[in-house]
């Protein structure tokens, strides 16, 4: 398969608590990008990665949220004493270089906070 | 504030007939447009996209028309069918890399 992944598929957290999604690029990629999906909503972009550094992190909703790509490869993207309102489905996607490129998605991780 | 907007939530169109989804966005700083198809459970699959020095792409029986004077985009499926049925979103990035999406259009192919 080599396709995004992403992990969990499922993530179910209580308020306050600290979170962490993975996200594995196709292998090659240069370009990551989170985004987050809620209910009946479009892909919000959060950030942008090219190569090990964060490009454009101007979606993150606020420093609750950071994500890094320390290798270039792999990315986590972290969520600081979770909110019910963080409860959402959240998409990596990855491209072979950036800028007006196709984003290869991954199926997403479904965070729940209770 | 959504700069983004199909104003569709669903369409059901028969076999063989031609779908017809549209979109609409507000920065007219846009240059590049995509649309991607989403079965449940899965990502966004990339279908077609667009630059704005073009006002039609087509891709098999997939065709977009891009009207910048009305900021307006449609993607057509002729002839449609029943495993075209999904949930179809429209985006917009003036940077080709942030993007701003619609909301989906869920379409159903009635066989």
């Known amino acids: 398969g080599a396709g995004v992944s992403q992990t969990p598929s499922n993530k179910v957290t209580e308020k306050g608590k600290y979170v962490e999604l993975r996200c594995d690029p196709i292998s090659g990629h240069t370009a990551l990008y989170w985004y987050r999906q809620s209910l009946g909503q479009g892909p919000e972009f959060l950030i942008y990665f090219q190569g090990t550094g964060a490009a454009d992190d101007s979606g993150l909703p606020n420093d609750r949220f950071f994500a890094v790509r320390p290798e270039g490869s792999v990315s986590t993207l972290k969520i600081q004493r979770t909110e019910r309102g963080d409860s959402a489905v959240y998409l990596c996607?990855?491209?072979?270089?950036?800028?007006?490129?196709?984003?290869?998605f991954g199926p997403g991780t479904r965070l729940t906070v209770l | 504030d959504q700069q983004v907007k199909q104003n569709s939530p669903s369409l059901s169109v028969q076999e063989g007939r031609i779908s017809i989804l549209n979109c609409d966005y507000t920065?007219?700083?846009?240059?590049?447009f995509l649309w991607y198809k989403k079965y449940p459970a899965e990502g966004p699959t990339f279908l077609i996209s667009?630059?704005?020095?073009?006002d039609k792409n087509e891709d098999g029986r997939f065709t977009v028309f891009l009207n910048k004077s009305a900021k307006h985009l449609s993607l057509h499926i002729v002839p449609s069918q029943p495993g075209d049925s999904a949930v179809y979103f429209c985006?917009?990035?003036?940077?080709?890399?942030?993007?701003?999406f619609g909301t989906g259009t869920s379409l159903t192919v009635i066989p």
């Open positions: 985006a917009a990035s003036e940077t080709g890399n942030q993007f701003y």
């Open positions: 667009i630059s704005s020095i073009k």
């Open positions: 996607a990855s491209s072979l270089t950036p800028n007006y490129n196709e984003q290869f």
């Open positions: 920065n007219s700083m846009f240059d590049y």
